[in-house]
């Protein structure tokens, strides 16, 4: 009865094809009848004309749950196969169901290489589970980022949108590189990382040449994350009048990024920086790096959970990780992994020193609490006067909103 | 390419970002490297200059300076850390130093001009001919032009000071020092809030964490505020001659709306010549200007609080806030024609001095 109403809407779609609500309507029967690859297919188009739609955006958290997204022939490891059926995305569930398959290829860059490369494939262990916090940053990454990577039908319907790449910013140590390391994890794509501070170090004069044959290599392995860290080393503003290599260099990553000559489908770039407003202006123009993604020291629940991903697998007893946090205001994810460092040091210090062993306890954690000052604080100094003073297009509202909170 | 020239190449574009602590990261890596490296010390001593780290900054110069006595990079540096440290006086002589050993190096007859333009008192004509030969040597280095705008301006001649800043516009659009010091030079007059609040927020945007445009804008602001004195006065009048007429209390509000509506549309107007937020920045600013500006606002915000009061206040209460309206407002005055008398003695001091 079902595939006698599902035929009979697919008809009338078919000769109204711009009318969304039918169009939704019969995705949502197909979910339920469990064909989810042909509902995506429906809910990408709904999406494509409106992508604002609350209803769709939930149909395709539900279509995408039901069905085996299929992986692209040329992927070097299946994607993610979520096998229940759940309403938005399981974290665990999918950690669980990639389980040993996350395996990075391994390009070889060997086409006349000059040298040791700039960048190499990573091995990723991390996963956005690991990633304490953030939940904000998580999601929009899962719905800019994750959710098309892992569909080729919606990558193919948003091809053009795509287009250029997502920019991380925000403090040191807040987890921009933990996280993009984390999206790699959860893609089993390929994932290359490399930070422009080296491509700029390693071959001064050659930079150029690199960001291109970087670009190759990441168009070879497509799918791929291609992220790109210290993006503010490549030069900044204050550099366009200098006749530096960094000029010439940031001039090919915007060819490349532009995609001139070249096709991008499936290279999906993600940049990082802690200084945002030392980029490049040109390298943020739309198409490119133009959307921006503010990576915040962890909230008070954020910091219980980085603690204790920090302190599993250390020998602790009677940690009380809620009054840590409390203790532990405007310390970056950075700080708490050198508070633990530092507790886990005082407790063998004094084991070596007393010649019994014991467990790493609170007064090991006051003690070294003491001791330790946030490190964000210059950054955000400059961020306030930033904030106040140069945020003409309104590109640093979120920003300036989260300073106004914390004062 | 070495490893020190390497890290100096890299500490060089830090600071060009404007981000002084991490070069100073990387230079003293490069020192740690070679510590007889004058172009580390060089680049060092720029860093802690950006930090505004003057003492520090001067004793590297020394160093730069010891390390390489023909390096006229080394002297030139010192002596912006000297100008820095409030030293001008030595700053002259280090830079004159830099300019002895090059003679053709626009750098150290720019460094040279500003160490003049800052020593106590000023050494405009020196300055300006230092400054003009920079130019002469360099007709692209913007900086140059911002000290001999200066310098103009210093002269009495700030027509072609402006004219100056402007040309050197027209080579970098986008040079924040020159919008800064064309803001500067009408803040010194009083004159064009709109226009120095235009060039102001271009240096701003470009430059926000240079604290002496952060000084400008909070003088702008004072200077805007003190512009509104003149609706507020003729509200004053207005009403004083309604309470004297006695007229009914809507009078007074249509009066008070007037003025309320008209001190609104210039303060919509003033926002947007400045930087964007002007309620976040301008927040604290009575905290930041020099005492005597601060008593003078205060007294004004208590004159207009009462002017407000006068319009909105049942009458027999608006006779007495017009009283005190006027009272506050002779006081300001008193006030205001004090600290100038004290200024000008004071400057007059200097000058023979
Ligand atoms: N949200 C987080 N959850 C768990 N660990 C975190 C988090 N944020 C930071 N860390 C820890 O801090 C370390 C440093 O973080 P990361 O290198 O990602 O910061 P970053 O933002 O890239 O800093 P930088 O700007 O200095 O490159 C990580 O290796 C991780 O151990
Ligand atoms: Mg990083």
New binding site residues.
């Given amino acids: 009865m079902d595939d006698r109403l599902i035929e009979s809407l697919t008809a009338a779609v078919t000769s109204a094809p711009a009318d969304l609500t039918l169009r939704l309507h019969l995705a949502s029967l197909l979910v339920e009848a469990g064909r989810g690859p042909e509902a995506i297919e429906h809910v990408a188009t709904a999406l494509a004309a409106e992508p604002t739609s609350v209803e769709a955006r939930e149909l395709m958290a539900r279509a995408m749950g039901t069905s085996p997204a299929p992986a692209p022939p040329s992927a070097p490891t299946p994607a993610a196969e979520p096998s229940e059926p759940s309403s938005g995305f399981d974290w665990h569930a999918a950690e669980s169901d990639l389980g040993e398959r996350v395996g990075p290829m391994f390009v070889d860059g060997t086409t006349e290489d000059p040298g040791p490369a700039p960048y190499d494939v990573e091995q990723v262990g991390v996963r956005l589970a690991?990633?304490?916090?953030?939940t904000e940053v998580k999601k929009r990454l899962e719905a800019s980022f994750l959710a098309p990577l892992r569909n080729p039908e919606l990558r193919a319907l948003y091809g053009k949108s795509l287009r250029g790449g997502l920019l991380l910013y925000?403090?040191?140590?807040?987890?921009?590189?933990?996280?993009a390391k984390a999206v790699a994890g959860e893609l089993g794509a390929s994932f290359l990382h490399v930070s422009l501070a080296d491509v700029l170090d390693m071959y001064i004069g050659q930079s150029e040449r690199n960001v291109k044959e970087l670009f190759e290599v990441a168009r070879s392995s497509a799918p791929c994350v291609l992220f790109l860290?210290?993006l503010d080393a490549i030069g900044g503003k204050r550099s366009l009048n200098r006749s530096s290599g960094a000029r010439t260099t940031v001039n090919q990553l915007l060819t490349e990024l532009d995609g001139v000559g070249s096709d991008n489908e499936g290279v999906f770039v993600l940049a990082?920086t802690?200084h945002p407003w030392d980029v490049d202006p040109a390298l943020r123009r739309p198409g490119r790096l133009d959307r921006t993604l503010l990576?915040l020291p962890?909230d008070r629940d954020?910091r219980e959970?980085?603690l204790r991903?920090?302190l599993r697998g250390r020998p602790v007893e009677r940690i009380d990780t809620r009054r840590l946090a409390k203790a532990t205001d405007g310390f970056?994810?950075?700080d708490?992994?050198h508070l633990c460092e530092s507790a886990s040091e005082n407790a063998l210090m004094d084991s070596v020193g007393s010649g019994q062993v014991r467990m790493i306890g609170m007064t090991d954690f006051d003690a070294a609490l003491a001791e330790l000052r946030p490190s964000i604080g210059p950054w955000m100094e400059t961020a306030r006067n930033v904030a106040l003073y140069a945020n003409a297009s309104g590109e640093y509202d979120d920003l300036a909103t989260w300073l106004r909170k914390r004062r | 390419m070495s490893d020190v020239d390497h890290l100096l190449e890299r500490a060089s574009a830090l600071l060009e970002l404007g981000r002084p602590a991490d070069a100073e990261h990387a230079a003293l890596e490069a020192l740690a490297a070679d510590p007889t490296s004058a172009p580390a010390f060089v680049v060092l001593t720029r860093a802690l200059d950006g930090q505004r780290r003057f003492d520090e900054a001067v004793g590297a110069g020394r160093s730069a300076v010891a390390a390489d006595p023909d390096l006229a990079d080394a002297y030139v540096a010192l002596a912006w850390a000297l100008v820095g440290d409030g030293r001008a006086d030595d700053a002259v002589a280090v830079a004159g130093s830099a300019v002895a050993l090059e003679p053709h190096e626009p750098a150290c007859h720019h460094a040279l001009g500003w160490a003049l333009l800052s020593s106590s008192p000023p050494r405009h004509q020196e300055a300006h001919d230092a400054a003009a030969r920079a130019i002469e040597l360099e007709p692209g280095a913007t900086p140059a032009y911002s000290v001999l705008g200066l310098a103009l301006a210093g002269l009495g001649r700030r027509r072609e000071g402006r004219k100056v800043l402007r040309e050197g516009l027209r080579i970098n659009p986008h040079d924040p020092y020159l919008h800064n010091n064309l803001a500067k030079i009408d803040l010194d007059r009083g004159l064009r809030i709109g226009r120095t609040g235009r060039h102001l927020s271009a240096a701003a945007g470009a430059i926000p964490q240079e604290p002496v445009v952060h000084r400008n804008l909070d003088t702008l602001l004072v200077r805007f505020a003190m512009r509104l004195v003149w609706p507020t006065l003729v509200a004053l009048s207005v009403l004083r001659l309604q309470v004297a007429l006695d007229a009914p209390w809507w009078s007074r509000a249509v009066t008070g709306a007037v003025y309320a509506g008209l001190a609104g549309l210039m303060v919509a107007w003033f926002s947007r010549q400045v930087p964007r937020g002007l309620r976040f920045w301008a927040r604290g600013v009575l905290a930041r200007v020099a005492l005597p500006v601060r008593l003078i606002a205060l007294a004004m915000l208590a004159f207009a609080a009462c002017v407000v009061a006068t319009a909105f206040a049942p009458t027999s209460l608006a006779a007495v806030t017009e009283q005190a309206a006027g009272v506050l407002l002779r006081l300001a005055f008193v006030l205001a024609a004090v600290l100038l008398v004290a200024h000008l003695v004071q400057r007059r001091r200097h000058r023979r001095g």
């Fill in positions: 690991d990633v304490g916090g953030l925000g403090p040191p140590g807040c987890g921009k590189t933990f996280l860290d210290e990082a802690n990576v962890p954020a959970a980085v991903t920090h970056s994810g950075a708490l992994a």
